[in-house]
C-alpha cells in the first residue's frame, strides 16, 4: 500500500486547507486512517483518526471543533479539512493506514504511511 499525501502549504492564521490522501495497491487490505503531525523539534503526534465506515472519528483535543476528517472509499482518498488554522498547527503533516485496527491514535498501529506534507500557518 503506498500512501500519497498532498494540499500542504502556506495560510494566515484564521484559515482553511484541505489535506488529501491517496491510497493505492492493496487498498482493500486497510480499516483505519489517520493523520499525525510533527512540528519541528517536536515528537510525532495524533491529529485524527477514522474507521473504514468513517463510523467512528476521533480527534486530538487541540484540533477538536477545527479540524474534520473525512474518506471517500470510492477514490480510496481520506480528507483532513483544517480551519481557524493556528501558527501552533505549522507542522509536516503525515497520513497512515492501519491494516487491523478501526480507529487508533498510536503511531505503532498504523501498518502505512504517507511521505507528508508541509502545512505552515503564519501569524
Known amino acids: 500500500v503506498q500512501l500519497q499525501a498532498s494540499g500542504g502549504g502556506l495560510a494566515q492564521a484564521g484559515g482553511s486547507l484541505r489535506l488529501s490522501c491517496a491510497a493505492s495497491?492493496?487498498?482493500?487490505?486497510?480499516?483505519?486512517m489517520g493523520w499525525f503531525r510533527q512540528a519541528p523539534g517536536k515528537e510525532r503526534e495524533f491529529v485524527a483518526t477514522?474507521?473504514?465506515?468513517?463510523?467512528?472519528?476521533y480527534y486530538a483535543d487541540p484540533v477538536k471543533g477545527r479540524f474534520t476528517i473525512s474518506r471517500d472509499n470510492s477514490k480510496n482518498t481520506v480528507y483532513l479539512q483544517m480551519n481557524s488554522l493556528k501558527p501552533e498547527d505549522t507542522a509536516v503533516y503525515y497520513c497512515?493506514?492501519?491494516?487491523?485496527?478501526?480507529?487508533?491514535?498510536?503511531?505503532?498501529?498504523?501498518?502505512?504511511w504517507g511521505q507528508g506534507t508541509l502545512v505552515t500557518v503564519s501569524s
Open positions: 477514522i474507521s473504514r465506515s468513517g463510523g467512528s472519528i
Open positions: 495497491g492493496g487498498t482493500g487490505s486497510i480499516y483505519g
Open positions: 497512515a493506514a492501519s491494516r487491523y485496527h478501526s480507529t487508533s491514535s498510536q503511531p505503532y498501529e498504523y501498518n502505512y
